[in-house]
């Protein structure tokens, strides 16, 4: 009788370090993705050459700055987001090459698929707009956002609280768990279909086909929703950024 043992959910999202185990500098295989997603960006616009007819390195920093800079930038904040470009490009490599790891050979695993990196993100998002927000408008940001005008006094009773809540407090966990959530249950369908696979292989060959040909759709599948969580991200980093801007927007 075919026996199924799948991982548990701690071994599929816990690694053992690599080094100083159970130090608080303890560093693993999430720690390590997460290294590579910050100083890869980095070299590749160290590496990348100004030139006139563009190549190599340059065509594919150059092609993700203009997805940035056009399809969130120009789409959302207009030509005041511009200031902006560094941070939103920063963020959206650093998610995106986090995020592809899944699919990997080795490495198969997403960073984000642990919260810290997309609640280390969200926080940095929800600094950034505040400040933003304080930067432009004074405490005028802040009356705006609890009391928004055109609403009667009486009603403010209910809207404050709400905005609060809304603007100041659960932004940057939805943010959190929208990133997370979505790369663990990517992650934990890839290992499902993966074990599926082999287990079927054990028990007869020809049945695994079919487990592998959803496991390998899948992955392209997983290739593509690591592209669109790092891009919904910094939409709405683009999108908090930019009320922050104008409070009366």
Same mark, same amino acid.
């Given at each position: ?12 999202? /816990? ?13 693993? /295989? ?16 160290? =590496?990348?050459? /100004? ?27 207009? #030509? /005041?987001?511009? #200031? ?20 990997? #050979? ?45 609403? #009667? ?14 603007? %100041?407090? =659960? ?21 499902? %279909? ?17 487990? %592998? ?13 690591? %592209? =669109? ?21």
């Amino acid at each position: 009788m075919l026996a199924l043992e799948f991982p548990s959910i701690d071994n599929l999202v /816990k690694w053992p370090a690599i080094f100083g185990e159970g130090e608080f500098y303890s560093f693993n /295989k999430i720690g390590l993705i997460s290294v590579i997603a910050f100083v890869a960006p980095t070299l590749l616009f160290l =590496l990348s050459r /100004k030139e006139l007819v563009p190549s190599g390195v340059q065509n594919i920093v150059e092609g993700v700055v203009g997805f940035v800079d056009k399809q969130i930038i120009d789409s959302i904040m207009g #030509p /005041k987001g511009r #200031p902006y470009l560094p941070l939103l490009l920063s963020i959206f490599m650093f998610i995106f090459i986090g995020n592809i790891f899944e699919v990997i #050979p080795v490495f198969q695993m997403p960073a984000n698929a642990r919260i810290a990196n997309p609640l280390l993100m969200a926080l940095l998002v929800w600094v950034v707009y505040i400040g933003v927000g304080l930067k432009h408008n004074g405490l005028e940001y802040l009356k705006a956002s609890l009391f928004p005008p055109g609403v #009667p006094w009486i009603m403010y009773i209910i809207v404050t609280p709400i905005e609060l809540i809304s603007t %100041f407090i =659960l932004r940057p966990f939805s943010m959190t768990i929208r990133l997370f959530a979505n790369m663990l249950a990517g992650h934990i369908l890839l290992v499902t %279909f993966g074990v599926l696979t082999i287990s079927m292989w054990e028990l007869f060959e020809v049945a695994s086909i079919l487990p %592998f040909s959803v496991l390998v759709l899948l992955t392209g599948f997983e290739a593509m929703v690591s %592209f =669109l969580q790092a891009f919904i991200f910094t939409l709405l980093a683009a999108v908090y950024i930019d009320s922050s801007l104008d409070v009366h927007h």
